[in-house]
């Protein structure tokens, strides 16, 4: 979000409560964040599960971590659930959608949001801020395949570079995350995150 659009969010929400999330972005923390959803197209994906874990300098907190689970939507079907694992009797004790973007923008606040393909989850969070609250998610994104692609790129100029989390993470030789499971996922790229920002890019091996 650029800084005139910031400025008339904060016109427009001056006596809301919201407004605060439109103040220069905290970036004492930062926020791993990762939605799982009904489809890959983020103009039409509808969520199921949101996760989001808290990383301060090089610190984890993964037991302030928060994972909420949606009614399910109706694009819940077999396609969707054979990605993710999750079906609609798993999914009864949901929250509402409302109720969810309320609830995480409390716990994000205006920190930064990091991920893998983040891009892609903070379109479909703005979709659903603007349709129950008017307005889009002011937070900056951090993209954690970027980070790993410009320091590889230093070491490696020109050359090919498989940027999926799981070559990442072998090459980085952190954890394999779990596939399709939004708190690992947040916890995957959280690794990677304070490993690039905090550690040595290590020489590329040989497969």
């Known amino acids: 979000m650029n800084w005139l659009s910031r400025q008339w969010y904060r016109y427009r929400l001056r006596t809301s409560s919201y407004r605060a999330l439109f103040l220069p972005s905290d970036r ?3 926020i791993s964040l990762d ?3 009904t489809s890959l197209d983020p103009e039409r994906a509808e969520l199921v599960t949101i996760a989001a874990t808290p990383i301060q300098g090089n610190r984890i ?8 689970t949606l009614v399910a939507p109706k694009s819940l079907n077999a396609g969707s659930v054979r990605i993710h ?9 949901g929250v509402s959608a409302e109720q969810a973007m309320t609830t995480l923008i409390a716990f994000i606040h ?3 949001l990091v991920g893998y393909h983040i891009r892609y989850d903070k379109t479909i969070l703005d979709r659903y801020s ?13 993209e954690v395949s970027d980070i790993y692609q410009r320091q590889l790129e230093r070491l490696l100029p020109n050359a090919y570079h498989d940027i999926s989390m799981e070559a990442i993470s072998r090459h980085l030789d952190l954890p394999l995350p779990a596939r ?10 959280a690794l990677i995150y304070v490993r690039l920002q905090y550690g040595d890019m290590p020489m590329l091996r040989s497969q």
Request: proline share 8%; hydrophobic share 35%; with cysteine.
């Open 110 to 112: 205006n920190h930064p």
């Open 61 to 68: 907190l993964t037991s302030q971590a928060l994972t909420l």
């Open 130 to 142: 603007r349709r129950f609250l008017g307005f889009p998610l002011p937070n900056p994104v951090i």
């Open 180 to 189: 399709h499971d939004a708190l690992d996922d947040t916890i995957a790229a």
């Open 85 to 93: 694992q999750l079906r609609h009797q798993d999914l009864e004790q």
């Open 35 to 37: 939605c799982e959803t």
């Open 28 to 30: 004492s923390t930062v």
